[in-house]
T-cell receptor
Framework: TQLLEQSPQFLSIQEGENLTVYCNSSSVFSSLQWYRQEPGEGPVLLVTVVTGGEVKKLKRLTFQFGDARKDSSLHITAAQPGDTGLYLCAGASNQGGKLIFGQGTELSVKP | DTGVSQNPRHKITKRGQNVTFRCDPISEHNRLYWYRQTLGQGPEFLTYFQNEAQLEKSRLLSDRFSAERPKGSFSTLEIQRTEQGDSAMYLC????????????FGPGTRLTVL
């Protein structure tokens, strides 16, 4: 059974701080996606990473896919209250199939 | 708006009743996925279609659950004889074959079984 362990589960920080969320597995994934979800809404795609070692940047967000394609990280620089939400990582094990999700990181950024 | 749409957004039903949810994917996407999400957890895969063919079903999809995508466009998910444990957010996602497995999610249907 493939699992994705996401940490931390909860994170409460002050505006302007930096943070990193981790997503780890013992399984290899063909790609890994990061989503952000607000209460009562569906997950919104932030990024897809495909190549081992790949780094992608989206404004203040930096995503990295591990060399072995088993883990990933999301780093947010100078967090803002608008970054508050549930961050989910999801791995795809085979082309076109299901996503395996981590349990999510609930981020709260206080002004 | 050309994103994934789901209807209804909320459904409250009594235990034992049947419910049906609809998902309209992004029009050019041939893959459609159903997931279920309970509070404090990430979404769990239920089933997926490529065009009208249902290619994979999770063991979470008991015989009370059935999904269809008759014309390869919209899909329905039906739950028969609902139980309180079925209360959850039901999410639909779509994607295009040949893509990097990227899936785009709809807003979800929140089901509450009383």
């Amino acid at each position: 059974t493939q699992l994705l362990e996401q940490s931390p589960q909860f994170l409460s920080i002050q505006e302007g701080e930096n943070l990193t969320v981790y997503c780890n597995s013992s399984s290899v994934f063909s790609s890994l996606q990061w989503y952000r979800q607000e209460p009562g809404e569906g997950p919104v795609l932030l990024v897809t990473v495909v190549t081992g070692g790949e780094v992608k940047k989206l404004k203040r967000l930096t995503f990295q896919f591990g060399d072995a394609r088993k883990d990933s990280s999301l780093h947010i620089t100078a967090a803002q209250p608008g970054d508050t939400g549930l961050y989910l990582c999801a791995g795809a094990s085979n082309q076109g199939g299901k996503l395996i999700f981590g349990q999510g990181t609930e981020l709260s950024v206080k002004p | 708006d050309t994103g994934v749409s789901q209807n209804p957004r909320h459904k409250i039903t009594k235990r034992g009743q049947n419910v049906t949810f609809r998902c309209d994917p992004i029009s050019e996407h041939n893959r459609l996925y159903w997931y279920r999400q309970t509070l404090g957890q990430g979404p769990e895969f239920l089933t997926y279609f490529q065009n009208e063919a249902q290619l994979e079903k999770s063991r979470l999809l008991s015989d009370r659950f059935s999904a269809e995508r008759p014309k390869g466009s919209f899909s329905t998910l039906e739950i028969q004889r609902t139980e309180q444990g079925d209360s959850a957010m039901y999410l639909c996602a779509s994607g295009a074959s040949g893509n990097t497995d990227t899936q785009y999610f709809g807003p979800g249907t929140r089901l509450t079984v009383l």
